[in-house]
């Protein structure tokens, strides 16, 4: 796998990517994580840096951001089909997209790591839930975003996987949004923290609604202080 995707790895000292890889998780299946991913990509381009889409959700990010695609990871991995016919630029020349395809998370997990370090921003969008293959999409990552639903008791399924993956990775540090209803979005925020710092130790940052706006513009000036600190370290 690696010796498939060493030719298109920039290494050149004096024009070296960023290379931060982020998921963007959804503790449960809520609208708002595509649109969310697409609006961090896009602002991300229009300030001039590069950024890698990498759809895992059986091409549902491709056809929100309206990308026609026949060739995907899973080509490259198992087809012997070049990287290069896998990634779809688009109108702005520092947003491309690519889908996994039939690889699955686990198995794209490799090629993420090896792509991230050719672009400033390569932006993984996994299917909703937590499974093993998302723990150690979250402890490879450089920094993670954590959607969760306000309605009903639906915040828990961020305390489990916010469990689940400090078990591999005691440092893991998402920042939280919250989605859904807006009206309950401070009381179930409360709760999912207060419940985190009970059982286990400091809560993740709360980064706000998904209603919120310029929501993608405070996060990714975030996620690069974020990026920062973690460097220092």
């Known amino acids: ?89 688009t109108s702005n020349e520092h947003f491309t997209a690519a889908a996994a395809g039939d690889a699955d998370l686990d198995t794209a997990l490799g090629s993420l790591a090896a792509l991230s370090l050719s672009y400033d921003w390569v932006f993984a969008v996994p299917p909703s839930g937590c499974t093993p293959a998302h723990v150690r999409l979250a402890a490879a990552a450089d920094i993670s975003l954590l959607t969760y639903d306000t309605q009903g008791d639906r915040f828990m399924r961020a305390y489990w996987m916010i469990e689940a993956v400090r078990r591999r990775a005691p440092k893991f540090d998402p920042m939280l949004l919250s989605m859904g209803p807006r009206h309950d979005a401070v009381e179930t925020t409360l709760m999912l923290t207060d419940t985190v710092r009970e059982h286990l130790g400091a809560p993740p940052p709360y980064a706000g609604h998904g209603s919120d706006g310029p929501m993608a513009a405070r996060l990714l000036s975030k996620m690069k202080d974020q990026a920062e600190r973690s460097k220092v370290a």
Not at 31 to 40: C, F, P, V
Not at 54 to 59: A, E, R, S
Not at 64 to 76: E, P, R, S
Request: charged share 25%.
């Open 1 to 89: 796998m690696e010796s498939k995707l060493a030719p298109y790895i920039n290494t050149a000292e004096d024009n070296r990517p960023a290379g931060r890889l982020v998921p963007v998780f959804a503790a449960s299946d809520i609208d708002g994580q595509l649109e969310l991913a697409l609006a961090l990509g896009r602002k991300a381009a229009s300030y001039g840096e590069t950024v890698l889409m990498l759809d895992c959700q059986n091409g549902a990010l491709m056809d929100a951001a309206g990308i026609i695609y026949n060739k995907t990871l899973y080509d490259v991995l198992y087809n012997d089909a070049d990287l290069r016919d896998v990634k779809y630029v």
